[in-house]
């Protein structure tokens, strides 16, 4: 187990060197970016450094950021509203077509400012180099996938149907406002994932940024500005409770998007004063279990468990929370995990590691308090558990017993916690009780025990992998959760329809109406009425 260490301040290397200063203060309200001269908050990076006569490694602040205050959080509101104007906005009547020419120009404004964004992931919230590269480089091709997916969409929608004597056109519409929020582990790809179609079906955004990982879309304020029409994107950093709740309470946001956990989420739509009127899509925790069964090639499900429960340090809510390994395989297991954990290279994010910082202050104190708790209820600490600073030592944790914390409280970060069953309705039953319902991994190769799991899971999880770790994409494909987990569908094409509204224009079939609607048509006279489409 190599221990980690901390570079020297003075002698960083260049490739891995980022300057924020250059977007202190800064936020998008209007069309306008915007200097704070009111309250900021510095930004400090989980890289610890070492300075000359220091004795312990310390953190480095990057920048400041700014923290608007209520008035003007509500003048970003205004903004959206004004933009959004009754749904007779600019950006809500335009043409799909010159939507889809506004977004292509902003995803060359991503592409401009690549590096920049790699860096900061890097730096602000402790992803390592090649993550932080591939959630850039997701991200724009999430956004191209987007716009292709809304071509599909308005071909579709550019037929008429005629039925039971109706002559018509089914297109969708907008909702209105939406307030944007995402989580700190994938600030940029995350965020995107519900801004992005959200702006593109023609809304209006209001954008709070996470706590951490706020730094990575501000080099992308002027793509916004330049593309979008102003008020279309207004983006900013804030006190939660002191901007979010007065936003909230006007009642004038019609859809939340919002990525975190389901307390903060409950609060957030309690504070609407017309929940009948707001739309909500939100991803929500989990503790996504894998199950080890008797069959299973134990060297394949020890390298996609690895992979899966600490990936950017477990920090992930499609992370593998928990392990069942069946008792008669499970002390080999158990070794063979915890020896392939003790291998995990660590260090800074830059540098070809697995392992890094955590970006949470507390969160390594955290992560031994959970260990402490199993071991307390009986479990043993395999390997791991040690805590340097803002980096822990990823801890295998066996046999963790149903009364400790770490058998239902999701983890967030590098422990891996293992439990035994000989049953399968034990994992049936642990699924059905769970508030949460994401997804499963199960590892074996007898196909009546896996069809047998199956058979039981699918009503209790929303994803199934077999002899695989959990994970999101690819992003064609529905991503949602039961329970507590999530509330609606998000995939590029789900999106889409998620910040969308089905509306049609009918009339009766006579020869008189198809001729008015068909001069409409031609002479295009309406955005929405219309057969046409550029692609």
């Not at 056109?169 to 994938?186: A, D, E, K, T, W």
């Amino acid at each position: 187990m190599t221990p980690i260490t901390f570079p020297d301040a003075d002698h960083l290397p260049e490739a891995a060197r980022v300057d924020a200063s250059r977007w202190d203060r800064q936020w998008l309200c209007g069309g306008e970016i915007r200097t704070w001269a009111g309250e900021t908050a510095p930004v400090r990076s989980p890289v610890c450094v070492m300075r000359p006569g220091a004795a312990a490694p310390e953190p480095v602040e990057l920048g400041r950021v700014a923290m608007i205050d209520r008035a003007a959080g509500l003048e970003a509101l205004a903004a959206a509203k004004t933009a959004w104007s009754q749904g007779r906005g600019a950006w809500p009547t335009m043409r799909v077509g010159e939507r889809i020419e506004r977004m292509t120009t902003f995803v060359a404004g991503m592409r401009a400012v690549r590096e920049d964004l790699v860096r900061l992931l890097m730096w602000e919230i402790g992803k390592t180099r090649a993550d932080s590269e591939t959630e850039v480089d997701r991200t724009v091709v999430y956004v191209q996938d987007t716009i292709e997916a809304l071509k599909e969409l308005d071909r579709t929608a550019a037929r008429f149907s005629v039925t039971g004597g109706f002559v018509g056109q089914i297109r969708r519409s907008p909702l209105g406002v939406v307030l944007c929020m995402g989580p700190f582990n994938y600030p940029l790809n995350e965020t995107f994932t519900t801004l992005i179609p959200a702006l593109i079906m023609g809304n209006t955004i209001v954008s709070k940024l996470p706590r951490f990982g706020q730094l990575v879309i501000l080099p992308l304020l002027a793509a916004f500005r330049d593309a979008f029409p102003a008020g279309a994107v207004n983006i900013f950093q804030a006190d939660g409770p002191q901007v979010i709740g007065p936003i909230m309470e006007s009642g004038d946001i019609d859809c939340l998007a919002f990525i975190g956990s389901s307390r903060v989420a409950n609060i957030l739509k309690r504070q609407h004063p017309r929940l009948n009127r707001m739309r909500s899509i939100t991803g929500l925790e989990s503790k996504n279990p894998a199950v080890i069964l008797p069959s299973a090639d134990l060297d394949q499900a020890v390298k996609e468990c690895v992979s899966g429960a600490l990936s950017f340090n477990g920090q992930r809510c499609t992370a593998l929370k928990l392990i069942f390994a069946h008792a008669d395989i499970a002390d080999d297991f158990v070794a063979r995990l915890a020896r392939a954990v003790d291998a995990l290279p660590a260090g800074m994010p830059w540098e070809k590691v697995t392992l890094t910082p955590l970006p949470e202050p507390g969160r390594p104190a955290y992560m031994r308090g959970l260990v402490d708790d199993a071991v307390a209820h009986g479990a043993k600490l395999v390997t791991g558990g040690a805590a340097h600073g803002t980096f822990f030592r990823p801890a295998v944790v066996f046999p963790v017993s149903p009364a400790a914390r770490l058998y239902t409280e999701e983890q967030f970060g590098p422990v891996v916690p293992v439990t035994t069953f000989r049953e399968l309705d034990e994992i049936d039953h642990f699924m059905r009780t769970s508030p949460y319902g994401q997804q499963i991994s199960l590892f074996g190769t007898d196909p009546r025990q896996l069809a047998h799991l199956v058979d039981a899971l699918v009503n209790s999880v929303c994803r199934i992998n077999l002899n695989s770790q959990c994970r999101r994409g690819p992003d064609a494909w529905p991503f949602t959760g039961r329970k507590d987990s999530a509330e609606g569908t998000l995939s590029v094409s789900d999106a889409l329809r998620a910040f969308s509204i089905r509306t049609v224009v009918a009339t009766t079939a006579t020869d008189a109406n198809q001729d008015l609607v068909g001069e409409i048509v031609t002479r295009r006279l309406s955005s929405f009425l219309t057969t046409d489409f550029l692609f």
